[in-house]
């Protein structure tokens, strides 16, 4: 019996197993720190323009997200006509792919590369390539060690999620110096208001001097937005065209735009979270080391815990003794890191109890 089949590539994509629904111990109230979601949620004033939409569900939202790309303009001090809007920049990572990728071509993302990046490549019917990290870092040369004359794109979270690591910005620059000219550079700073490190940059102004870098940012982390899916690209103006022809006319909805614009202009919301995070990030890390445990140094609004391979120890065991008290971590075993938790910073008390809880843990293992 014949039936239809998938494009070549579509199987290859492992099916997506969703986060699990924690089951805590009775009366025990839940902390969700698996999604590297804001505890702060969005600006007051992105929350008013999205309920002041809410009196306009009937018109189409005007298509090309203007007033999202002229706020972000202003802010970054970019050529709106260069920026591209999507729903989260899932949409815009996937429509890169569907620009630029295609059977017999290459891209690239690093060991613990976000896993939208293979989805989005072999969703296209190209290869996924897979360049070592270096102490959970990305590394440029092994990165260009990877690189033959089929590669088409370099896929790069900088900072990476889920290990919190970071390239400094020479480093970015040389990566792009010494990547052929037809190799597109995808710069993913979804976790770029977070970094507080003086060599580090985002890459706006490689996508602004070069004709073969973009970056991409998303409103669902420090603008806590995440429920609304909006984010942005900036990039060349040929790029931007090409991708503009496959967008969808009207992807970007109204009150996530507007919500948007409100959030993006609301920078003590965004401060306020930013040293929130970089104080407890210092803190978990420092108190967590000191349990005898492992920590990935992070510039985001997360963290890698790294637990033993001892029976009783294990990330799975520290897993399931967390949920119990309802704290819930990520595990990040679909990445490749199985002795390994992500954290999100979240609230004083959420940041406090896992802290309680982990140290908890690692005496009964004593
Ligand atoms: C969270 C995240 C994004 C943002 O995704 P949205 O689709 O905008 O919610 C992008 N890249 C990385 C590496 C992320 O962790």
């Not at 008013?48 to 999202?68: F, I, M, N, Q, R």
């Not at 991409?216 to 060349?236: D, E, N, Q, Y």
């Not at 520290?318 to 890191?337: C, E, I, M, S």
């Amino acid at each position: 019996m014949s039936r239809p089949v998938p494009k070549a590539g579509i199987l290859d994509i492992a099916p997506y197993t969703p986060g699990k629904t924690p089951v805590p111990e009775a009366g025990r109230k839940v902390f969700k720190l698996s999604a590297n979601e804001t505890p702060f949620g969005p600006s007051p004033h992105a929350t008013a323009a999205y309920t002041g939409a809410a009196t306009h569900l009937e018109d189409y939202p005007e298509g090309t997200s203007k007033v999202l790309r002229e706020a972000v303009g202003k802010r970054y001090g970019l050529d709106p006509s260069r920026i591209i809007c999507g729903a989260g920049s899932d949409e815009i990572l996937n429509l890169i792919a569907h620009t630029y990728l295609g059977p017999g071509d290459e891209a690239i993302h690093t060991e613990h590369g976000f896993l939208v990046y293979p989805i989005a490549t072999k969703g296209n019917g190209a290869t996924n390539v897979v360049a070592k990290e270096i102490e959970f870092t990305c590394s440029v040369d092994e990165i260009l060690k990877c690189v033959t004359d089929r590669t088409k794109l370099v896929w790069l979270a900088n900072p990476n999620n889920p290990t919190g690591t970071y390239l400094p910005y020479t480093e970015v620059k040389r990566l792009r110096a010494s990547l052929p000219d037809h190799v597109l550079l995808v710069l993913d700073a979804a976790y770029a208001d977070y970094v507080g490190k003086p060599d580090y940059d985002s890459g706006l102004d490689l996508a602004r001097t070069t004709e073969n870098t973009v970056v991409c940012f998303t409103f669902s982390k420090v603008h806590g937005l995440a429920a609304l899916r909006i984010g942005w690209m900036f990039g060349p103006e040929h790029i931007v065209d090409a991708m503009n022809r496959v967008r969808g006319p009207f992807n970007v909805s109204a009150p996530a735009m507007l919500a948007a614009v409100a959030a993006i202009e609301d920078t003590g919301h965004v401060e306020m979270s930013r040293a929130f995070t970089e104080k407890w990030r210092d803190l978990l890390t420092a108190e967590i080391t000191k349990l005898g445990l492992k920590v990935t140094p992070s510039v985001a609004n997360f963290i890698l815990i790294h637990f033993p391979t001892t029976a009783g120890t294990t990330a799975a065991d520290a897993d399931a003794f967390l949920t119990k008290r309802g704290l819930v971590l990520r595990a990040v075993n679909n990445y490749g890191l199985h002795q390994s938790l992500r954290m999100t910073i979240g609230t004083a008390e959420a940041n406090e109890l896992v802290l309680a809880a982990l140290r908890e843990f690692m005496l009964r293992n004593d």
